[in-house]
């Protein structure tokens, strides 16, 4: 069965704070993503990466970094969490090409204090 | 550049009612269209998607039409579940950058009451 997973559901960190999200996904898939989904404004892609220690930015790539060493693993990373990066944060991959789906993981709710 | 536009939720509507969720985007090229859902307390799922113009996207009877003349891509379900309670993207495939990526609409909430 298919399967992305996300470090953890709940996060709460404080302003200041250096923040690691953990996706691991054991598909085999080129692609990963990072997302975040705030209400009224759907998701928005921060990072994706196609291949092994590739990297692009998305449309939010401000505030965030990504490293991907291993190809089942994507990690977000918030250098110093500010409270406007409070979100849901959505991890996904795909084989990639323009028919392919995306495989969602369940999500990391970020709380920054 | 690229983008959806997904009608403002809510939406409820009681059991069997007709279901009916507009998406329209704005693209260049040949695009694919999907629509994802969100479970209470989960991530997205693929609902169902079309590759082409006119073709038709179906599943747990959902369905929608890719409809190239009016750039539309409707999410229709003739009588709803309150099991179909979850929150509904509409979405296209494009290229960024190098590769291919997902840009989604914000997303329509869909209530259902038995």
């Known amino acids: 069965d298919v399967k992305v997973t996300q470090s953890s559901r709940y996060l709460v960190k404080r302003t200041g704070e250096k923040v690691f999200l953990e996706c691991v996904q054991d598909?085999?898939?080129?692609?990963m993503f990072w997302y975040r989904q705030d209400p009224g404004l759907g998701l928005r892609l921060i990072y994706f990466?196609?291949?092994?220690?590739?990297?692009e930015k998305g449309d939010i790539p401000e505030g965030y970094s990504v490293s991907r060493e291993k190809k089942e693993r994507f990690s977000l990373i918030l250098e110093s969490a500010s409270t406007n990066q409070t979100s849901m944060y959505l991890c996904?991959?795909?084989?990639?090409?323009?028919?392919?789906?995306?495989?969602f993981g369940p999500g990391t709710r970020l709380t920054v204090l | 550049g690229d983008s959806v536009t997904q009608m403002e939720g809510p939406v409820t509507l009681s059991e069997e009612a007709f279901l009916t969720i507009n998406c329209t985007y704005t693209?260049?090229?040949?695009?694919?269209l999907f629509w994802y859902v969100q479970y209470p307390g989960e991530g997205l799922q693929l609902l169902l998607k079309?590759?082409?113009?006119?073709d038709k996207g179906s599943n747990k009877g959902f369905e929608a039409t890719y409809r190239k003349e009016t750039t539309s891509f409707h999410l229709e379900k003739g009588s709803v579940q309150v099991s179909d309670s979850a929150v509904y993207f509409c979405?296209?495939?494009?290229?960024?950058?190098?590769?291919?990526?997902?840009?989604f609409g914000k997303g329509t909430l869909l209530t259902v009451n038995p």
């Open positions: 079309a590759t082409k113009a006119d």
């Open positions: 979405a296209l495939s494009s290229i960024g950058g190098s590769n291919y990526k997902l840009t």
């Open positions: 693209a260049t090229g040949y695009p694919s």
């Open positions: 990466s196609y291949d092994v220690k590739m990297k």
């Open positions: 598909m085999d898939h080129e692609n």
């Open positions: 996904a991959s795909s084989f990639g090409g323009l028919l392919d789906e995306q495989f």
